[in-house]
Protein backbone atom coordinates (compact mmCIF):
# COMPACT_ATOMS: atom_id res chain seq x y z
CA UNK A 1 0.00 0.00 0.00
CA UNK A 2 1.20 3.37 -0.47
CA UNK A 3 1.05 6.27 1.75
CA UNK A 4 -1.54 9.48 0.78
CA UNK A 5 1.50 11.17 0.62
CA UNK A 6 2.50 9.48 -2.38
CA UNK A 7 -0.69 9.06 -3.90
CA UNK A 8 -1.71 12.65 -3.67
CA UNK A 9 1.82 14.22 -3.10
CA UNK A 10 2.69 16.32 -0.11
CA UNK A 11 3.19 20.18 0.21
CA UNK A 12 6.45 21.73 0.62
CA UNK A 13 7.68 22.46 4.20
CA UNK A 14 8.03 26.35 3.68
CA UNK A 15 4.01 26.46 2.96
CA UNK A 16 3.69 25.74 6.60
CA UNK A 17 6.26 27.95 8.14
CA UNK A 18 4.57 30.43 6.01
CA UNK A 19 0.96 29.54 7.19
CA UNK A 20 1.89 30.12 11.14
CA UNK A 21 4.05 33.26 10.01
CA UNK A 22 1.12 34.26 8.58
CA UNK A 23 -1.03 33.41 11.63
CA UNK A 24 1.35 34.64 14.14
CA UNK A 25 1.01 38.41 12.18
CA UNK A 26 -2.53 38.33 12.02
CA UNK A 27 -2.02 37.52 16.26
CA UNK A 28 -0.04 40.28 16.80
CA UNK A 29 -1.80 42.71 14.40
CA UNK A 30 -5.34 41.87 16.40
CA UNK A 31 -3.81 42.18 19.69
CA UNK A 32 -2.18 45.73 18.89
CA UNK A 33 -6.06 46.43 18.12
CA UNK A 34 -6.80 45.79 20.66
CA UNK A 35 -4.84 47.66 23.02
CA UNK A 36 -5.21 50.81 21.07
CA UNK A 37 -9.02 50.22 21.32
CA UNK A 38 -8.58 49.70 25.21
CA UNK A 39 -6.30 52.67 25.49
CA UNK A 40 -8.61 54.71 23.32
CA UNK A 41 -11.63 54.02 25.85
CA UNK A 42 -9.91 54.80 28.65
CA UNK A 43 -8.57 58.30 27.62
CA UNK A 44 -11.66 60.07 26.60
CA UNK A 45 -11.28 63.38 25.31
CA UNK A 46 -14.44 64.40 27.56
CA UNK A 47 -14.67 64.12 31.22
CA UNK A 48 -17.96 65.25 33.43
CA UNK A 49 -18.75 64.99 37.16
CA UNK A 50 -21.76 66.34 39.08
CA UNK A 51 -20.27 69.53 41.12
CA UNK A 52 -23.76 69.60 43.34
CA UNK A 53 -27.26 68.75 42.99
CA UNK A 54 -30.23 69.68 44.89
CA UNK A 55 -33.83 68.64 46.01
CA UNK A 56 -36.24 71.09 44.88
CA UNK A 57 -39.84 69.77 45.46
CA UNK A 58 -40.80 66.03 44.70
CA UNK A 59 -41.10 66.77 41.15
CA UNK A 60 -37.53 68.88 40.57
CA UNK A 61 -34.28 68.38 41.53
CA UNK A 62 -30.85 70.79 40.24
CA UNK A 63 -27.73 69.62 39.70
CA UNK A 64 -24.88 71.60 37.99
CA UNK A 65 -22.55 69.13 35.94
CA UNK A 66 -19.05 70.12 35.21
CA UNK A 67 -17.80 69.37 31.72
CA UNK A 68 -13.98 69.39 30.94
CA UNK A 69 -12.84 68.62 27.30
CA UNK A 70 -9.03 67.74 26.38
CA UNK A 71 -8.55 70.92 24.25
CA UNK A 72 -10.31 73.18 26.32
CA UNK A 73 -12.62 74.45 24.10
CA UNK A 74 -16.70 74.30 25.10
CA UNK A 75 -18.16 74.71 21.64
CA UNK A 76 -20.62 72.08 20.71
CA UNK A 77 -20.98 71.11 24.76
CA UNK A 78 -24.63 69.80 25.11
CA UNK A 79 -24.92 67.58 28.51
CA UNK A 80 -28.32 64.83 29.82
CA UNK A 81 -28.99 64.34 33.18
CA UNK A 82 -30.80 61.67 33.69
CA UNK A 83 -32.00 59.88 37.08
CA UNK A 84 -31.55 56.66 37.37
CA UNK A 85 -33.37 54.35 40.00
CA UNK A 86 -31.21 51.59 41.97
CA UNK A 87 -32.40 48.97 39.40
CA UNK A 88 -31.60 50.98 36.65
CA UNK A 89 -34.08 52.20 35.23
CA UNK A 90 -35.36 55.84 34.11
CA UNK A 91 -37.15 57.39 37.23
CA UNK A 92 -36.30 61.22 35.90
CA UNK A 93 -35.82 63.30 32.29
CA UNK A 94 -35.40 66.70 32.12
CA UNK A 95 -37.80 68.90 30.74
CA UNK A 96 -37.61 70.85 26.82
Not at 1 to 4: E, G, R, T, V
Given at each position: ????SERYGSRPPWLRALGFGLAGVLVA????????????????????????????????????????????????????????????????????
Open positions: MSSPAGLVWLAWVVWFHATPSVTSEVVTWKVVDDHTVTARVQVTLEDGSSQGVHCLIQATALDHTTSGRPRR
